[in-house]
């Protein structure tokens, strides 16, 4: 079986836009802007056997603020520029009570059949509450969080907080 590195999108791989305190995702390639040292550690997760997969909330679609056409283009972009082995999005709002909605590990559980990837020897990163949930949730032997300080909920139980995607890796890499 494989292990992989779940990773949240906005404010874990590209830069999250912030109004007030709240993250938003790009909903436009011209937006959408990868973050430093991103590229770099990815590679280091693949050269040392992680299997990279994103698991992204992006009810944007459901909402009308952003098409299907849009996101593609972004996922397009993005695969081209990063190791990435799969991308798993949720359309779904709260409201429509989905598994695959963070804070659920619907995409978690989805993606590791899919890759065939061992929960328990493989981790999650994410910069708000409901990443590091959906990584307890699916069993992640382990979550890590980007503390952004945003003005909203914040995650509960075990996680190691760390500065960026960089930071994770280090730790990750270097056991």
């Given at each position: ?7 949240d ?5 590209n ?9 938003f ?21 693949k050269?040392a ?32 520029k ?7 999005v949720?359309a779904?709002?709260?409201?429509d ?8 590990p ?5 993606a ?7 929960l ?6 994410g ?6 949930e959906?990584?307890?949730r ?14 909203e909920?914040?995650?509960?139980g075990?996680?190691i907080?760390v500065?960026s995607?960089s ?6 890499i270097?056991?």
């Amino acid at each position: 079986m494989n292990r992989a590195l779940f990773l949240d999108r906005d404010g874990v791989i590209n830069k999250s836009i912030v109004v007030g305190g709240k993250p938003f995702a790009p909903t436009v390639l011209k937006d959408f802007h990868i973050l430093p040292g991103v590229i770099e550690a990815l590679l280091q997760l693949k050269n040392a056997g992680f299997k990279t997969v994103v698991v992204t909330n992006q009810p944007d679609l459901s909402t009308g603020k952003q098409t299907w056409n849009s996101l593609n283009a972004i996922h397009a972009f993005l695969i081209e520029k990063c190791p990435i082995d799969i991308i798993k999005v949720c359309a779904h709002i709260s409201n429509d009570n989905c598994d695959c909605r963070k804070p659920k590990p619907g995409m978690l559980l989805e993606a590791s059949r899919f890759l065939n990837i061992d929960l328990s020897q493989s981790y999650m990163i994410g910069d708000r509450w409901g990443d590091i949930e959906a990584g307890q949730r699916a069993g992640c032997k382990k979550t890590f969080f980007i503390d952004y300080g945003y003005d909203e909920k914040t995650p509960h139980g075990d996680f190691i907080k760390v500065k960026s995607l960089s930071d994770c890796v280090s730790i990750l890499i270097k056991g």
